[in-house]
């Protein structure tokens, strides 16, 4: 189970690299555009929000990624502790777009579902 929590928590931290990517840098392209559902308009409208955003996204897979290196050097307690913290904001995150703007379910489960598995299958071997 802790191997595969990791496992998840890694690849919650790289697509949360690859949504930095996006909303920071290659937000106007017509593929980013096509991919959050933005019109030409929008995205220039948004683009300064749209890149400070990405930099939160960015932080939390520095912290997740951080847990699992801190973790693997023997601070299992440190590390634990910072990958609960990078994928639980990436699952709240990802609960509050769910909430907040249902229309926009499928990116909710596509930022959420590494996390909370992640976090579900570290809880449990945490509890072993």
């Known amino acids: 189970m802790g191997f595969a929590g990791l496992f998840f928590a890694a690849l919650a931290a790289l697509l949360h690299v690859y949504i930095?990517?996006?909303?920071?840098?290659?937000?106007?392209?017509?593929?980013t555009r096509a991919t959050f559902g933005l019109t030409e308009e929008q995205a220039l409208a948004t683009k300064e929000l749209a890149f400070n955003q990405g930099f939160y996204n960015l932080f939390l897979a520095i912290v997740t990624a951080a847990g699992i290196v801190i973790g693997g050097l023997g601070y299992n307690y440190v590390g634990i502790a910072l990958i609960f913290a990078g994928v639980g904001s990436m699952?709240?995150?990802?609960v509050v777009l769910l909430v907040s703007s249902p229309d926009k379910a499928r990116a909710a489960v596509v930022q959420g579902v590494f996390p909370l598995i992640a976090v579900v299958l570290l809880g449990i071997a945490v509890t072993l």
């Open 91 to 94: 699952l709240a995150a990802a």
């Open 20 to 31: 930095w990517v996006m909303e920071s840098f290659t937000w106007t392209s017509p593929r």
